[in-house]
């Protein structure tokens, strides 16, 4: 097995490390059905404890890519194995870069217009091995779903990427898994803005001492309250900590 699961605080993370993601994004391409990749941040941790919808869409997803640095001091925390963390906008380039090289192929889901126009372009300049099969504005009246969902499942694409203006985000693809005869999902808010650079990226010093957040605070202040959740997955892992020496 090229990928580990472990189980921490009661979610699942993969650890997968970067030289078995080629193989494990193939074997996922080679069975049918719909397939959903996650980005799994500490905020969404958090919230995959709850039941419901969500929830299940990461219990059930079949690569949870662990992107926060909380999560990895969560596991060392536990003495439970380490998972690999990885940089987002990283971990799509190396995965558009796998499906180029084997000649796969893309649909774009999300953002504006103007932006999934610049996205399309730069992504097929950077990546041109690899065929874009169609492209879907997010913000989109709910009366052009089912029109969607039949372009994807006739195109077929090996990886349908989803950004920005998707309000289901990483659920999108879950609810609707059958629907499709194949394809991966996979879900990352500033995928297609990056691409268009009307943001930038966060620089990978930042990305490697876990400071990300206090970019994301300067673009939307009300994530200075993000600290009451993480005040409380501290209080979680010291209660596990405490419970699982007891034992």
């Avoid at 189980?7 to 490390?17: A, E, F, H």
């Avoid at 080629?22 to 941790?45: C, F, R, Y």
């Avoid at 909380?70 to 380039?93: C, H, M, Q, T, W």
């Avoid at 289901?168 to 629907?179: I, M, P, S």
Wanted: glycine letters at 4%; proline letters at 4%; hydrophobic letters at 40%.
């Amino acid at each position: 097995m090229s990928v580990e699961r472990i189980n921490l605080i009661g979610v699942p993370v993969d650890i997968c490390s970067p030289e078995n993601l080629e193989n494990e994004i193939l074997e996922l391409l080679a069975h049918p059905g719909t397939k959903q990749i996650v980005l799994l941040s500490i905020w969404d941790l958090l919230k995959a404890r709850h039941k419901g919808e969500f929830s299940e869409c990461i219990k059930n997803a079949n690569l949870i890519i662990p992107i926060s640095k909380s999560i990895i001091k969560g596991a060392r925390f536990l003495k439970l194995p380490v998972p690999e963390r990885y940089n987002p906008f990283d971990v799509v380039i190396q995965i558009l870069s796998i499906l180029e090289s084997h000649y796969k192929t893309l649909y774009m889901m999300g953002s504006n217009k103007k932006i999934l126009r610049k996205a399309e372009s730069n992504v097929a300049s950077t990546f041109p091995g690899l065929r874009i099969v169609g492209r879907c504005v997010g913000y989109y009246n709910k009366n052009l779903e089912d029109d969607i969902v039949q372009a994807i499942f006739k195109a077929q694409p090996s990886l349908v990427l989803v950004s920005d203006g998707i309000k289901e985000k990483n659920n999108w693809g879950w609810k609707r898994r059958n629907r499709f005869s194949s394809s991966i999902f996979l879900y990352y808010k500033d995928a297609f803005a990056i691409f268009a650079k009307k943001i930038k990226r966060v620089n990978q010093n930042v990305f490697e001492r876990g400071h990300e957040i206090f970019f994301e605070i300067l673009r939307n202040p009300l994530k200075t309250f993000l600290i009451f959740p993480y005040m409380w997955y501290i209080i979680i892992l010291l209660y596990k900590k405490i419970t699982k020496s007891g034992k």
